[in-house]
């Protein structure tokens, strides 16, 4: 009889399905013989004369007809009574029992092993034990459907353990999430492109990217490229920027983009990195109300979100130069070291062009076919936010922490001392443990914890030239005998030592190479973030006491500061140089974090506000016709502890003009008439 299905499918099916091997006519068939048997069954009392009359009018034995009666379960159906497949029973081993258990036994401790040893090996060692034991040698055909019938899911656990197993399993179930800004997801990921060098463009490796995505709206709330691998540090930074307002952060990358997302979440969702389940971490944001939620152990699938998101991100990465693609296989002969074109800076405004400028606005599946951004805008208009009072404290709540013991001469961190008229005062008062946040990448100040204010405590004693960060010192400390780790003058020299070796060798080797990027990254972002603000500790004089000097120094150096500045910020984005060392060994010295008088007496740190852009120094304009500035924002009383002596500069040439009773002294001082004050509410120096 003809076969009724003939694709490969249907012949697949038949193998279990009687009704898939029938043609129609014989079904039909086997559809009347059918009716026949339930009639024949409805009898209450059957003789052997009505099995016979059925018999004859099917074209049956009455054997047969007989057969068919005991198979019917229930009512019946074509299945029970349709002719089984002729020939061996599929499915039932021709080999003895012994023999299997062999077979199951290599497979699954020999073969289906992270090693995956080759079959024919596997085979040839099944054969060699069935021999020994007096049985036949099975066939490779024979090993090969044994090793089909165990599941796909049990092989992959097999040989990778459960995350490769993972795909092979059904994950039912979804997150739904009503409103935006209910569930942010984060998580880090190695990018698919090697990056190079800013000074010799040569590659440097990988690059890590850090994503939060809100779930409700598929928006992008923040990301983060980066040279250093996830840590407490890497995870503070990007849900600091996923909750601040992005104006800032888009001005000084000169991007045209909207980037309407900003505010707390009602929940923080992540995997059991070290670092989100960091005390510090939580602690941060369980005080502004955000609960923080992991995924379980090795499920993925948990959050489906961020990791589909990031193999979007990953996949637009291959027209790349430098791509590593997925896999050796789909890289083929493709050389991503020798193709690499791309630097970290230049990949971050791809990175920036391909979420705010593409994904933002491109129709997703999820959302009905509508975009992220439209998503957002609809679901947020009436929406309330909630922001920080102070992003400066939610900021410094999120850095890293370590508790000191308080000394009469401050308290001691990493091998560095720190002290401050304030801690002295907290001293005498019996103060004995503070609490002490501190940046990683810059260790010249930290912040303490001084009745739920942090105060800002520089180093006891300078450090000469830019500070190092802290994965610097660690490493120059590996190298130092059990003592020395604790000398701090023998730390400095090794530190400097070890710097000075990064970049000697930076045009050498890969990993000299990432070392100096990563700290040309590290500075530029203390020297950006510090240039928000600056605090003097107070007004100098007209005259210098000491030297008999009009300390005409201090003046000349601020102005070539300014214009030093001005000259980096038109240099481009991503180039900045901090000043090293003495400006002028007779009348005055220059450092990186203030200009000290010539005798000493008179200092102020220097904090600048400026921001970065392609061509331009705006926002806090230097110079009065660069156009509008918009309101100074004032400082926290928690970073600022004494508002009467701490005047906040707004510009770099402010400091000929100040507000209130000191703004007339400093004028007669600098001698300036070009250069003019604006008051602002709040007390805070204006623009220029």
């Known amino acids: 009889m003809g076969k009724r299905h003939t694709s490969n499918d249907a012949?697949?099916?038949?193998?279990?399905?009687?009704?898939?091997?029938?043609?129609d006519d014989d079904l039909q068939e086997m559809a009347i013989r059918l009716r026949a048997l339930r009639r024949l069954r409805r009898l209450k009392k059957r003789t052997r004369a009505d099995v016979e009359a059925v018999a004859a009018l099917l074209g049956l034995d009455v054997s047969s007809v007989y057969k068919e009666l005991r198979q019917l379960k229930g009512t019946g159906t074509v299945r029970d009574i349709a002719p089984s497949q002729p020939g061996y029973p599929k499915g039932r081993s021709r080999l003895r029992p012994r023999q299997d258990e062999i077979i199951d036994h290599w497979l699954r401790e020999f073969h289906l092993k992270p090693a995956k040893p080759a079959l024919v090996q596997t085979t040839?060692?099944?054969?060699?034990?069935?021999?020994?034991?007096?049985?036949?040698?099975?066939?490779?055909?024979?090993?090969?459907?044994?090793?089909?019938?165990?599941?796909?899911?049990?092989?992959?656990?097999?040989?990778?353990?459960a995350k490769a197993a993972h795909p092979h399993k059904p994950h039912p179930g979804r997150l739904e999430v009503p409103v935006p800004r209910g569930v942010y997801q984060i998580d880090h990921t190695l990018t698919d492109?090697?990056?190079?060098?800013?000074?010799?463009?040569?590659?440097?490796?990988?690059?890590?990217?850090?994503?939060?995505?809100?779930?409700?709206?598929?928006?992008?709330?923040?990301f983060r490229i980066g040279l250093d691998a996830p840590s407490i540090m890497r995870s503070a930074e990007t849900i600091h920027l996923a909750v601040a307002r992005k104006d800032g952060w888009l001005e000084r990358r000169g991007l045209p983009y909207r980037w309407p997302v900003w505010g707390f979440s009602r929940v923080v969702h992540s995997d059991?990195?070290?670092?989100?389940?960091?005390?510090?971490?939580?602690?941060?944001?369980?005080?502004?109300?955000?609960?923080v939620v992991y995924r379980p152990v090795r499920r993925p699938h948990f959050g489906a979100h961020i990791e589909r998101l990031n193999g979007t991100l990953m996949g637009r990465c291959t027209i790349l130069p430098g791509a590593t693609h997925n896999s050796p296989k789909a890289r083929a002969g493709y050389d991503s070291v020798k193709s690499a074109r791309i630097s970290v800076d230049e990949l971050e405004a791809w990175f920036a062009h391909q979420i705010l400028g593409v994904y933002h606005n491109t129709p997703h599946r999820g959302l009905g076919g509508r975009t992220p951004l439209e998503v957002w805008d609809e679901l947020t208009a009436d929406q309330e936010v909630e922001y920080?009072?102070?992003?400066?404290?939610?900021?410094?709540?999120?850095?890293?922490?370590?508790?000191?013991?308080?000394?009469p001469v401050g308290f001691s961190l990493f091998t560095a001392e720190y002290y401050s008229p304030e801690l002295g005062s907290a001293f005498l008062k019996g103060k004995r443990r503070v609490l002490v946040k501190f940046d990683p990448r810059d260790l010249s100040e930290v912040y303490v914890d001084l009745d739920g204010e942090y105060l800002p405590v520089g180093l006891r004693f300078p450090h000469e030239g830019p500070p190092p960060p802290l994965w610097l010192q660690r490493k120059a400390q590996n190298g130092l005998p059990p003592k020395a780790k604790r000398d701090r003058s023998a730390v400095r020299a090794a530190t400097a030592a070890a710097e000075a070796l990064i970049q000697d060798g930076a045009a050498r080797t890969m990993s000299h190479r990432r070392q100096a990027e990563r700290l040309r990254q590290d500075r530029m972002e203390v020297d950006l973030r510090r240039a928000g603000w600056v605090s003097p500790p107070w007004t100098p004089p007209p005259?210098?006491?000491?030297c008999a000097s009009p300390c005409s120094s201090w003046r000349s150096r601020l102005i070539q500061r300014a214009s030093t500045l001005a000259q980096w910020a038109q240099t481009g984005f991503g180039i900045f140089t901090p000043i090293r060392g003495r400006a002028d060994g007779k009348v005055g010295s220059s450092t990186p974090f203030g200009i000290r008088c010539c005798c000493s007496r008179h200092s102020f740190r220097e904090k600048p506000s400026w921001r970065w852009t392609s061509?331009?120094?705006?926002?806090?304009?230097?110079?009065?016709?660069?156009?509008?500035?918009?309101?100074?924002?004032?400082?926290?009383?928690?970073?600022?502890?004494?508002?009467?002596?701490?005047?906040?500069?707004?510009?770099?040439e402010s400091k000929s003009g100040l507000i209130g009773e000191r703004e007339g002294n400093l004028r007669k001082f600098c001698g300036s008439r070009e250069v003019l004050s604006q008051r602002h509410p709040g007390g805070n120096m204006g623009q220029i």
Do not use: K, Y
Request: aromatic share 4%; net charge neutral; with cysteine.
């Open 272 to 291: 059991r990195g070290s670092d989100f389940r960091s005390e510090t971490f939580r602690a941060a944001l369980l005080n502004h109300g955000v609960a």
């Open 543 to 546: 005259g210098c006491s000491t």
């Open 193 to 222: 492109v090697i990056a190079v060098d800013t000074e010799h463009r040569q590659p440097l490796g990988r690059v890590w990217l850090s994503c939060v995505i809100d779930v409700r709206t598929r928006m992008i709330a923040a």
């Open 615 to 652: 061509a331009r120094w705006h926002g806090r304009q230097i110079c009065a016709d660069a156009g509008p500035m918009p309101p100074p924002r004032a400082r926290s009383a928690a970073t600022s502890p004494s508002a009467e002596r701490r005047i906040e500069w707004r510009d770099l």
């Open 124 to 161: 040839e060692r099944i054969g060699d034990q069935c021999e020994d034991e007096g049985l036949g040698r099975p066939s490779r055909a024979a090993v090969i459907r044994r090793l089909a019938r165990i599941p796909p899911a049990e092989q992959a656990r097999l040989q990778g353990g």
């Open 388 to 407: 920080p009072d102070d992003e400066e404290q939610f900021r410094l709540d999120l850095l890293p922490q370590e508790l000191r013991t308080l000394t």
């Open 11 to 23: 012949a697949t099916a038949a193998d279990w399905d009687p009704l898939q091997r029938l043609a």
